[in-house]
């Protein structure tokens, strides 16, 4: 059983990429789970002696039943007993779901994940891992314009909070950059060179190579909610387009100029005149 995470910044490509990769016939994948996000800390000390709450799980539950697909989630106290026993559990149910299905191989995109890598590798070395990048004042901007418009499931309605947020997880997706079992895709080469782009992923993978072109669009909408909203841009043509200007105002760009002249990253050698 082959155990896939997309992880990254909101906005930076995740769900695209799930798109083409869950279309594969040996692949079974949900809506974003929010499984870690949602019943563990981000941050680790906090995590020391947590153990998910009632509360945390209904939420979890709550947000499976609503994907209608019949997922039972169902877990006991001894599921529950550390960190590492969650974890087993999620890995645990995400293959019985993935049988079930008659797959090969799971995919699990929920961005905040990136958060949770260490937790997870700790319980399973071999799961793979792909890390989506985006320009930084595309991804920042498109962050901030959504947290806008969807204050209850993004919370950058401010640019230095999604600018704060790009720069953090830009950090912790670098730590794992060159390591086994993690590959890091650009979204602009998703989008503008996506059979050479999706081919890597497969290869990465181990995962034959398909034609996964004709279906992603209409996988887009399996894998989205009808509360999320601003994923339907996935389910149209591929299109490259620069809205950072529309998104912010004359003083926002220049703020957000200024605040990227001191960012610098091997992750970022695509985007050589970002913060020109």
Request: charged share 30%.
């Amino acid at each position: 059983m082959k155990r896939i995470f997309i992880v990254g910044t909101a906005r930076s490509g995740t769900t695209l990429v799930q798109s083409f990769l869950s279309s594969h016939p040996d692949v079974f994948s949900l809506p974003e789970t929010h499984f870690f996000a949602y019943s563990i800390p981000k941050n680790k000390y906090l995590r020391l002696f947590h153990r998910p709450s009632e509360k945390q799980i209904e939420k979890i539950r709550k947000l499976l039943t609503s994907m209608e697909m019949d997922l039972e989630f169902s877990p006991n106290e001894s599921d529950r007993r550390n960190l590492n026993q969650w974890t087993k559990y999620f890995l645990n149910f995400m293959d019985e779901k993935t049988r079930d299905k008659r797959c090969k191989a799971w995919i699990e995109k929920t961005p905040m994940h990136l958060h949770y890598i260490d937790l997870i590798q700790k319980n399973c070395p071999d799961c793979y891992f792909i890390h989506t990048l985006r320009e930084p004042k595309a991804n920042i901007s498109a962050l901030y314009s959504v947290s806008k418009s969807h204050p209850t499931a993004f919370k950058q309605a401010s640019l230095e909070k999604a600018i704060k947020r790009y720069r953090t997880e830009l950090k912790i997706s670098e730590g794992y950059f060159g390591q086994k079992n993690h590959l890091h895709l650009h979204y602009e080469d998703v989008v503008l060179k996506p059979e050479k782009s999706i081919a890597k992923a497969l290869n990465f993978l181990g995962l034959k190579t398909d034609n996964l072109l004709e279906a992603y669009q209409k996988e887009a909408a399996n894998i989205s909610l009808a509360s999320e909203d601003w994923k339907s841009n996935n389910q149209k043509e591929l299109k490259l387009q620069d809205k950072v200007k529309e998104r912010l105002s004359d003083a926002e760009y220049k703020q957000l100029k200024q605040s990227l002249k001191s960012l610098k990253s091997p992750l970022l050698t695509a985007y050589e005149d970002f913060n020109s």
